[in-house]
Every structure is written in C-alpha cells, then in structure tokens.
C-alpha cells in the first residue's frame, strides 16, 4: 500500500518565498471578494425598499437565501474539496457566485433575484471553507497560524471596502441601477480572479494524502526550484526527524466525521464556532438596538457602535502578532472567558465614554477569537484527507446558529433586559470553553502530517 513521503517536511523546511505570496494573494482575494459580495447585501437590501421592489417580507426571505446557501456551501465544498482536489472547488465556487452575481444584475423581479442570492450564497460559502481550510496546506507550520492571521485581516477588509463602494456607487446610479452596478463588480471581480487562479497549483499535500505522489513531486519540484533561484542558495536537506511516515493513504467517507477520534474534531470544532457565530451575531448585530434602549439617541448609538466596531479590525492585526506565541487550545479558551467577562462588565456601563472603551476591548477580543477559530485552528485540527469535508460541517452547524440567536437573544432582552443578554451570551461562551478544555487539541507548530497522525491515533 503506498505510503505518503517526505511531501510534508519539504514543504515545512520553504522559506516564505515569493511562491507562498502569491498563494496568499490569489486565495485572500477570493476571500476579500467573497466578503464584499456578503457584506453588500445590506446596502442592497435598503435600496430596494426604497424603489419599491421589495418590502420587509421579502428582504427577509433574501437574507434567508443568502444563508441557506452558505449552509449549502460549506457542506458542498467539504465534499468536493477532499474528493475532487483544492484547486476544483476554489474553482468551481468562483464560477458559482461570479455567473450568479452578474445575473443578479440583470434580475427582473424580486422573486428571481431572490433564488439567484441563494445561489450566490452556495459559492460564497463554499469559498470561505474552501480558502481557509487550504491555505494552511501551502505554509510552514513554524509560521502557518501567523500567515493563516494575515488571511483573516486581509478578509476583513471585506466590510469597509463593500461599504465605501455602495457609498460612492449607489447614489452615483440612483436606486433603478446602483443596486444592479454592486452584483456586477462583485461578479466581474470574480470571474478576473477565477482566471487568475488557474495558475494556483494543486496542494501538494492533498495528492499525497491521496497516494499520487509524483504529482505532487511535479509541483513541488519545479517550487524548490524556484525558491533557490529566488534566494540564490540551496535548500537545505530534510531532517530524517522531521519525516512523519508510515501514515497510510485513507479513503474516508463522511461518515468517519463521527466516529473515534475525528467525532472529537467534529465535537471540538462544532463548539469552537457556534462559540464565534454567538458571540458576532449576538453581540455585534444588537449593540445600536442595546444603545437605543437604554435612551442614547439613534445618531448617536451609530456615531457609538462605528467607533466600537474599530476593535474587529484591529483586533485581527494583533492576532497576526501574537496567535504563535501561545498554545492554541488554551488561548481559545483564554479568550472565551475573557469575552464573557469583558461582556457582563460592558452591559454594567452607563457612563457613554466607558461604554465605548469596554466595547473597543470587548470587540478586539471577540475579533481575536474570530481570527483564531475561522481562520487558524478550525482549519488546522483536521488530518488533509477530510480537512474540507470537517471544516465544512463545522461552519454549517456554526451557521445554524445563527438562524435561532437572534430570536434568543431578542426574547431575553424583553423580558429580563440587557444585562441578561449578556449574562446568556457569557454562559453559552462558558460552555465553549469548557468543551475546548476538555476536548481541545494542540495544533501549534505541528505539520499537518503530525496532526493527521494523532487525529487517525497513530502515535
């Protein structure tokens, strides 16, 4: 039976070279553009109210296309991402949102725009999965967490830029246009991209998980290669230490997700993002309606929430600066806790300016664990043979979430007020942490093929 090689440790040993850019830009675009196409349909969604094409009713059921095919998505990519190679499903996802978005713009109705979101929905969440659970694949594990940050900064972006072109697009075209000019750019950018990533190559690690190694060898080959012409030295050898062998090729069905030690993954990483999505549907979503309540004036709990909502930002450049230094299991759960504290103290406020001092930390904290779930250690717990297939479902059942917080957390602060919002909101936090305690793996500076081996218990 073949065996998988020294694929790992070669690639391990790269220096972070012009080659690892450029899959950082051409799979971080594609995040970026994902992020625009999602974060745009606010903006959208208000200019239809106002033309008249569409009422409150039908927004919603836009939003809920949107994130039926999210769902859609992430179970969509997993599958096609392990069984038909990486390079495929960030493919075939481009194609999906670019053609969709580009029809949008020439919708007729509400109801055909609406089914086309939904089919915008699939691709975009395809290729949050898809260039996530990836990316890692093609970076040194002494550096992967820190690239893997760098990812998710670059994909926040995503927020400001879609709201900046809305601003200036938008009332540019007027209310019969503007709406139609944002699926264009968001669908011409891409399909620009999905030509662009033709020259991405396969993941060498995803052939040799496989057994195809002198695929992969082809593609790593011509890499060293041009990393010595790049640095003008050779690479130096591969330690026999660093060779992870004797790992079987495996042929794994979905239903291996929820057996042995991968149900533990599926357990961990499960909790691990109905955590993040709890904590950035509850806390994000309804601080102006919190503001509000409480008296402050509709202008100002804007002004409030802008300032405060700086921290998710900044919160991601500090994760690129400190995500190595810590173990990954314990700074999730170390962040948990400290969400959930920082949250019952910023409920307490009255007087505004601590109010957005609190919420600045309360937010880079919270986007600090955002960077570190989405981005670094879902990604990370999983062996390459189901890397997409458990992201995935792990980023499905996360989404599901999202369905039923809002409810939740708008019948607490009816009936108990929102000090109690975020009591509930800290004790569901309070759980994550304990299942991350308990069930967690330590993913810092290990190779993916080490991973593989613990999670298949083969130590």
């Not at 400290?338 to 904290?365: D, K, R």
Request: proline letters at 4%.
């Amino acid at each position: 039976m073949a065996k998988q090689n020294d694929i790992g440790a070669r690639m391990d040993r790269l220096p972070i070279s012009k080659w690892h850019q450029s899959v950082f830009w051409l799979i971080g675009i594609g995040i970026l553009i994902d992020g625009f196409d999602n974060y745009m349909g606010g903006a959208i969604l208000a200019q239809l109210i106002e033309n008249g094409w569409s009422n409150n009713y039908l927004n919603a059921a836009f939003t809920s296309a949107t994130m039926a095919g999210l769902f859609i998505g992430s179970i969509l990519a997993g599958l096609l991402g392990d069984h038909k190679g990486r390079k495929f499903a960030y493919q075939i996802n481009l194609l999906i949102f670019g053609i969709a978005s580009i029809a949008a713009a020439f919708a007729t109705d509400m109801v055909t725009l609406i089914i086309l979101r939904g089919i915008i929905g699939i691709g975009l969440g395809a290729e949050l999965v898809v260039g996530f659970a990836t990316f890692p694949e093609f970076i040194p594990s002494r550096v992967r967490g820190k690239w893997s940050a760098k990812l998710s900064l670059l994909a926040n972006f995503a927020p400001p830029i879609a709201t900046l072109t809305g601003l200036l697009v938008m009332p540019a075209l007027g209310s019969e246009l503007g709406w139609r000019a944002m699926f264009m750019i968001a669908g011409v950018a891409a399909l620009i991209l999905w030509v662009a990533r033709h020259g991405l190559p396969e993941s060498p690690r995803w052939f040799a998980s496989r057994g195809e190694l002198d695929k992969a060898e082809a593609i790593l080959s011509k890499v060293e290669q041009d990393i010595e012409k790049e640095t003008g030295a050779k690479l130096p050898p591969v330690m026999e230490a660093d060779i992870v062998g004797g790992q079987e090729v495996k042929s794994l069905p979905f239903s291996s997700l929820f057996k042995g030690n991968l149900l533990r993954r599926t357990i961990l990483g499960s909790f691990v993002l109905i955590g993040m999505n709890t904590a950035i549907y509850s806390i994000m979503t309804w601080i102006p309606t919190l503001f509000v309540q409480s008296g402050i004036t509709v202008t100002k709990s804007l002004l409030m929430t802008t300032i405060i909502l700086f921290g998710a930002p900044f919160g991601v450049f500090v994760a690129t600066k400190i995500i190595d230094k810590f173990p990954r299991k314990w700074l999730a759960v170390g962040l948990l806790v400290t969400i959930a504290i920082l949250g019952y103290i910023y409920a307490l406020q009255s007087s505004e300016i601590f109010i957005m001092i609190i919420g600045f930390i309360l937010i880079t904290v919270l986007y600090i664990y955002v960077c570190l779930s989405s981005a670094v250690y879902i990604p990370e717990i999983w062996p390459t043979e189901v890397r997409l297939r458990g992201s995935g479902f792990c980023n499905a059942v996360g989404r599901v979430v999202t369905i039923f917080t809002p409810y939740g957390i708008a019948w607490v602060l009816t009936q108990f007020g929102q000090v109690a919002v975020f009591v509930t909101i800290g004790s569901v936090l309070g759980v994550v942490a304990l299942v991350v305690a308990i069930l967690g793996v330590e993913t810092r500076f290990k190779s993916m093929e080490e991973i593989g081996r613990e999670a298949f218990g083969e130590d």
